[in-house]
């Protein structure tokens, strides 16, 4: 089977901060399938980023998805404001609160699809106890924290294992890679099973001009 082009996701963390609603605008432009925006506490990941009402702010500046993926613990109080302010993908990590299962549902509940994210050290069986709650898979290869850090290589071998999960199990989720993806380590993870891709420093490095070039090198990978 040949594997079809992957959505392109860029991270907005390597975005200009003090032009966020036009830099949203000019991805999308620029042919990106995703908005993904990744919410830092402080707390649970060493680093703070945006709150619910950035990404409210920043909503009607495209009409692609946004992916919220959010890294803050305790994470359940905080959905339903995701929820409210445009998000349209949740994505969680097991470590952020005592039930995941119970998260997931509850971000069915208000309307969004759910995602589960894999840290680099998070075991891949947590997959199978989630499968049917989940529209989205995510595997981190990086830990989460910080826009361009180093691809982690072993986490191909967890994107293999996972798609062969979903296969077996008819999962129609979206397999979806974050951290360290550039050209050449976007086509591994195409190899490996991935059907997204988040790019932060991939996307947006050159500015405005080349993101159509930098999207599409992306998803030519
Ligand atoms: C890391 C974030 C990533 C990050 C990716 O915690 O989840 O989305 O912004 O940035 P690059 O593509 O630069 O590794
Ligand atoms: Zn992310």
């Known amino acids: 089977m040949t594997a079809s082009a992957p959505l392109i996701c860029p ?19 620029a042919g ?4 993904h925006v990744d919410v830092m506490d ?9 709150g619910p009402d950035v990404v409210k702010a920043l909503r009607p500046h495209a009409r692609i998805p946004f992916d919220v993926h959010l890294m803050i613990a305790p994470v359940d109080p905080f959905l ?7 998000a349209d993908y949740m994505s969680v990590h097991p470590e952020s609160g005592p039930h995941l299962h119970r998260t ?8 969004a699809k759910p995602g ?14 989630v499968m049917e709650e989940v529209d989205l898979v ?22 293999e294992r996972i798609r062969r999960m979903l296969d077996q199990a008819g999962s129609k989720a979206v397999l979806q890679v974050d951290g360290g993806v550039n ?39």
């Not at 990106?32 to 908005?35: F, R, T």
């Not at 997931?104 to 309307?111: A, F, K, N, P, S």
Request: glycine share 10%; hydrophobic share 50%; net charge neutral.
């Open 32 to 35: 990106a399938d995703w908005v």
């Open 138 to 159: 995510l595997v981190m290869s990086v830990n989460p924290g910080f826009g361009g850090q180093s691809f982690i290589s072993s986490q191909l071998r967890k994107i």
């Open 183 to 221: 050209v050449d380590t976007a086509k591994r993870c195409v190899e490996a099973g991935a059907t997204a891709l988040v790019a932060g420093t991939a996307v947006f490095k050159g500015g405005p001009g080349v993101y159509a070039d930098n999207i599409r090198a992306l998803k030519g990978a």
């Open 42 to 50: 402080g707390h649970f990941v060493p680093n703070i980023t945006i």
């Open 104 to 111: 997931l549902r509850r971000i069915r509940e208000l309307g």
């Open 80 to 86: 339903e404001a995701f929820r409210a302010a445009g």
């Open 116 to 129: 589960v994210v894999l840290n680099p050290a998070t075991p891949v069986e947590i997959v199978h106890e």
């Open 11 to 29: 991270s907005i963390l390597a975005s200009d901060f003090a032009k966020l609603g036009a830099e949203v605008a000019a991805i999308e432009a």
